[in-house]
């Protein structure tokens, strides 16, 4: 997938949050706030998402519950470290709405301002997958033991800063 377009109610408003929230920066934007065009930090894309308003009348999505339509998109990190401060920025702007260990990647599931809901996830290596790569599975998140499991010269790599 390249990028995503949503309908929001306020273009600048959710350019603003994405920025400021999920570290996106702002690539293009309308003077009149019709449209935002951001793309997604370390990425070489031109565009990853982009808003185009459609005003603050408009109706919460219905998407899931009464009509078709988008759940959620997902935003990958490259390491569990920055899915961990993803988790406390998320929580620190009320906007956390679930976390799950799905085995094959490690998921926030967080809502933006206008309620559309998104996915911030870390992709554990293909070689650990093995038969749960198959499955669905949903188990309570425990970034620490992830970080133990996944990272585990983690603290020989803070000594080793440390002491140089």
């Not at 894309?45 to 078709?68: K, L, Q």
């Not at 309620?115 to 293909?126: D, K, N, R, S």
């Not at 020989?156 to 440390?162: L, P, Q, S, Y």
């Amino acid at each position: 997938m390249n990028h995503a377009v949503l309908y929001v109610r306020d273009a600048r408003r959710s350019a603003a949050w994405y920025r400021d929230v999920l570290g996106f920066s702002i690539v293009v934007d309308d003077d009149m706030g019709r449209f935002a065009f951001l793309r997604a930090p370390a990425s070489e894309n031109h565009h990853d998402i982009a808003f185009f308003s459609i005003g603050e009348g408009a109706a919460p999505s219905e998407a899931g519950r009464r009509t078709v339509g988008l759940y959620h998109l997902a935003w990958e990190v490259p390491t569990l470290a920055e899915l961990e401060e993803m988790r406390a920025r998320l929580e620190q702007v009320g906007a956390l709405v679930g976390a799950s260990d799905h085995a094959v990647n490690k998921s926030l599931y967080a809502a933006d301002p206008d309620g559309l809901e998104f996915e911030v996830m870390w992709l554990t290596p293909a070689a650990c997958w093995g038969a749960e790569e198959h499955q669905a599975i949903i188990r309570p998140l425990d970034i620490a033991a992830d970080r133990k499991r996944y990272e585990p010269d983690i603290d020989d790599r803070a000594t080793a800063g440390d002491a140089t």
